[in-house]
């Protein structure tokens, strides 16, 4: 099985430690990872604002980056979702369709995949799950509070497999952060205010540590949370499955 | 002034936006309730968005259906290709009747093509019956939400309107003691009404007939009362039977204020005896719309507004944030449709959260709408030169891996490429309330290189 690791550029640039412990714990599984350096990104944040056609070619790009591999496996629900919702406007040949359906998040590849049930992780702190909109409603990573049916969130499955981790209830257990890419910088002033509920959220239910499968929600939410000077800290889920004590 | 500057001085009352939202928020959670304790409830958005869908593929069909059985029954049916023409319409028809007081219950058609002003220019007095609408009609402003019309005000405001308009007590806030206030006032308007206009919910084209959902009664009140009744419908109103009609009435309440069932679900079918009872059919840019294949689903909407109160952003900004008849998300993607340059900022007032898609009794894909029209606002040029010029840099940067495997802190910190699409308009806006990321001494890609040698290229 060859596996590629997609790293989104935020990522890259600004939390390398999230790259680093999606490797380490893709690694400690029993993967073989490579991560091929001529990536660069799935093109969402043009995208996202408009400008799909400028897009495209990154669209080429990253197609011809990871054609050749089995999974390609990123910590992002939301540069996933991308890849594999909006890359229909390319040409659909054998190698973009392959893509677009193996290009997974890291909790769908766990999972999905690999079928993990235990991980030898330990984090024990009090947890707020932070579930980014990509994942949660474009994935379907979980049930969303707006449907109806059975629960289930892939990402708390992970979380209740590590040791001592202590899961806190949120008042809207799904709503977004705000960030939204352009988002929050054309509407600064909605962007904050959601983040800012967001955290009170946390706050209210004791959390010390905010967790989710999406690191530009994180750097949204810790902007605010370090201007703010909330004791509160934000990890990639990642981190806390690579976590041992 | 755009959507962004109108939410920024709505929040800047941080208080009052937390009571919208929380407002909001409660009608977002009755309807969860109520959602949740059908347990074929998905099965029913499915069948309802595809009943819908099924009648636009065949709108002409029905309407037809529609109109035959409508004349059948006695009904007089008028076409409007526009707001402007649905105007005259139900103004000669007033004329005809020499009708000088009409009393309206809520149609956001109506709103939609400004009937009001123009009948008030006429010298027809024109009177709102729904309370909130009533509220909103005597401060003399566009409603804020399409289900809860004055639901940016608090019980104090509408106090002290009522102390100023309807003579109530001073500084009163009992709803109880207001509602009946605004009763008493609109008692007289009903006795005194010579027509009585209606919007429309559902228009069934088997059987001609027409339903009106209600919580106040007062739509039942106007037609009972006034010996001529006005129904006007956009044409995308139509169901082909009646019996897809609990389809519609079973997710629309439920959807809309997580009731089972609206108070009042009125049907119209004739007029009463002595009297006479007027259908105008609408287009007002809907068959255009029709057209646009990547938008057309938006056309299924039933205007519970489910996905205003489900949406973040709205219930953070307000109804007159969006600066179109219809707010929020649904707002937000048949508004372009009517003005693309005017209404050019609407798509980006949403994070893409999705919420609004999920919560959509008929299904209505609005996020991915959303996503679609920005993509034909920056074809159509309507980006500023700026952002599409930088969005453009960042495309060939990241189309190859040169440029973007620069290495260094430094070329970090001046966020050399991402957030570099965040460049061209100010990371100030970024950093006006939030702290930037702070700069790893190394990049994954640089630490990867250090501790794995060099990748595998
Ligand atoms: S788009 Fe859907 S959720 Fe929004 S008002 Fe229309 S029917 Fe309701």
Redesign the pocket.
């Known amino acids: 099985m060859k596996i590629a690791l997609f790293i989104p550029c935020y990522v890259d640039q600004f939390y390398p430690q999230t790259g680093i412990a999606t490797l380490e714990l893709l690694e400690k599984l029993g993967c073989r990872v490579e991560y091929p350096m001529a990536q660069t990104c799935c093109g969402q944040p043009l995208a996202n604002a408009g400008c799909e056609e400028d897009a495209l070619p990154v669209y080429q790009h990253f197609t011809e980056v990871f054609g050749g591999y089995d999974y390609i496996v990123a910590p992002s629900g939301s540069c996933t979702y991308h890849v594999r919702h909006h890359y229909g406007v390319i040409e659909q040949t054998e190698t973009v369709r392959r893509i677009r359906e193996r290009t997974l998040d890291l909790t769908e590849f766990l999972l999905d995949v690999l079928k993990i049930n235990q991980l030898g992780a330990s984090f024990p702190h009090r947890v707020g799950l932070h579930q980014g909109c990509h994942g949660l409603r474009g994935l379907r990573l979980g049930k969303g509070s707006e449907r109806t049916g059975e629960d289930f969130s892939k990402i708390k499955t992970l979380l209740q497999m590590v040791e001592g981790l202590e899961l806190m209830d949120l008042d809207r257990p799904d709503e977004c952060c705000g960030f939204g890419g352009t988002f929050a910088i054309n509407e600064a002033a909605v962007s904050v205010k959601m983040g800012k509920d967001r955290i009170s959220d946390h706050l209210r239910h004791s959390v010390e540590v905010v967790t989710g499968g999406d690191m530009s929600c994180l750097m949204h939410l810790e902007g605010i949370i370090r201007r703010q000077g909330h004791p509160l800290k934000v990890m990639h889920l990642a981190e806390i499955l690579n976590s041992t004590l | 002034m755009n959507h962004a500057k109108k939410a920024a001085s709505f929040i800047a009352n941080e208080a009052r936006t937390d009571w919208h939202d929380q407002a909001l928020w409660f009608v977002r959670e009755k309807r969860d309730r109520a959602a949740h304790a059908i347990p074929e409830w998905e099965a029913l958005r499915e069948l309802a968005s595809q009943i819908k869908a099924h009648t636009l593929s065949n709108l002409d069909i029905y309407l037809e259906q529609f109109e035959k059985q409508a004349l059948k029954n006695g009904a007089h049916v008028h076409w409007a290709i526009d707001a402007e023409e649905h105007n005259h319409i139900v103004h000669r028809i007033l004329q005809k009747h020499q009708v000088r007081h009409v009393v309206k219950s809520k149609s956001m058609l109506t709103e939609e093509c400004h009937l009001n002003p123009f009948l008030e220019q006429q010298g027809i007095e024109v009177i709102d019956t729904d309370l909130g609408e009533r509220i909103i009609q005597l401060r003399e402003e566009p409603p804020s939400h399409?289900v809860l019309p004055a639901i940016h005000l608090k019980k104090e405001d509408v106090g002290a309107l009522f102390h100023e308009k309807l003579n109530s007590e001073k500084g009163a806030t009992d709803p109880k003691y207001l509602t009946e206030a605004a009763r008493q006032h609109l008692r007289s308007k009903f006795l005194n009404a010579q027509a009585a206009i209606t919007g429309v919910n559902f228009a069934v084209a088997e059987t001609g007939s027409l339903v009106v959902c209600t919580n106040e009664g007062n739509a039942d009140m106007g037609v009972h009362l006034a010996p001529v009744q006005i129904h006007c419908m956009g044409l995308e109103k139509i169901i082909p039977r009646q019996a897809d009609l609990g389809v519609f009435t079973r997710l629309l309440a439920r959807?809309?204020t997580g009731q089972p069932i609206t108070v009042y679900t009125s049907h119209h079918q004739q007029a009463k005896v002595g009297g006479e009872m007027y259908i105008v059919i609408v287009d007002n840019g809907r068959s255009e719309h029709l057209g646009r294949a990547d938008f057309r689903n938006?056309l299924?909407?039933?205007?519970?507004?489910?996905?205003?109160n489900t949406c973040p952003v709205y219930r953070r900004s307000g109804g007159h944030s969006y600066g179109s008849t219809i707010p929020?998300?649904?707002g937000s993607i048949l508004a372009p449709g009517l003005d693309l340059e005017q209404n050019s900022d609407l798509p980006f007032a949403s994070t893409l959260c999705g919420s609004?898609s999920d919560?959509?009794?008929?299904k209505?894909d609005?996020h991915e709408q959303l996503y679609r029209w920005r993509q034909v606002i920056a074809q159509e040029g309507h980006l500023t030169r700026v952002k599409k010029w930088s969005m453009a840099t960042a495309g060939k940067v990241l189309a190859s891996p040169g440029p973007y495997d620069f290495t260094g802190k430094m070329a970090r910190t001046a966020l050399n490429l991402l957030p570099r699409f965040a460049l061209y308009n100010g990371l100030n806006e970024w950093g006006k309330e939030r702290e930037l990321p702070q700069v790893p001494k190394e990049r994954f890609r640089e630490w990867y290189k250090r501790v794995r040698g060099v990748g595998n290229e």
């Open positions: 399409i959807s809309a938006a299924k909407c039933i205007r519970c507004g489910a996905c205003m929020g998300p649904i609004c919560v959509c009794p008929v209505i609005i």
